[in-house]
């Protein structure tokens, strides 16, 4: 609301320069895997590895699936990217930029993101009465979509 700089330069610098002040390089397979989940939102290590191989093309070198797992760790250490558990399946991961509460439905595995400030009063409750924090980025809360609720209802 009227900061004096535009929304696009939140005071954050370019991200080669936050990774070389910490002694790190972006390097091009990690910025494909950076890519690759922005690109996919909630993906997978196996579906994003799966979509290097794809962009890479026959004979081209794609990254294998442990070291996906070890750019993707490397690249929420620095705050790049997000994981959710979303129920029993592997972690999701999302690009950190806009954090959101996922919903997924029990019956049909569909995810949706909602605003993370839905969930401001609960969290308030939360910290008031039980002194807990609640990290919204990293929640998912189970249960039934509207495509299926309306399914079970008209039958």
């Known amino acids: 609301m009227g900061h004096g700089h535009d929304a696009g330069a939140a005071g954050t610098a370019p991200l080669a320069e936050r990774l070389r002040a910490q002694g790190l390089r972006l390097t091009a397979q990690r910025q494909r895997v950076l890519d690759a989940v922005t ?3 909630h993906a997978t290590p196996e579906a994003i590895g799966a979509r290097l191989r794809e962009e890479a093309g026959p004979g081209g070198s794609a990254p294998d699936i ?27 991961y999302h690009a950190a930029e806009h954090p959101h509460l996922h919903v997924v439905c029990q019956s049909c595995g ?19 009465d039980l002194g807990f924090t609640v990290d919204v980025g990293h929640v998912a809360l189970s249960g039934t979509c509207r495509a ?8």
């Open 39 to 41: 690109a996919l939102e």
């Open 66 to 92: 442990s070291t996906v797992y070890r750019n993707l760790e490397l690249l929420e250490r620095l705050g790049l990217v997000w994981h959710t558990h979303l129920g029993k399946g592997a972690p999701v």
């Open 110 to 128: 569909g995810i949706d993101s909602a605003s993370p400030d839905l969930l401001d009063s609960a969290a308030e409750r939360l910290a008031a």
């Open 148 to 155: 299926c609720r309306e399914r079970t209802e008209s039958s």
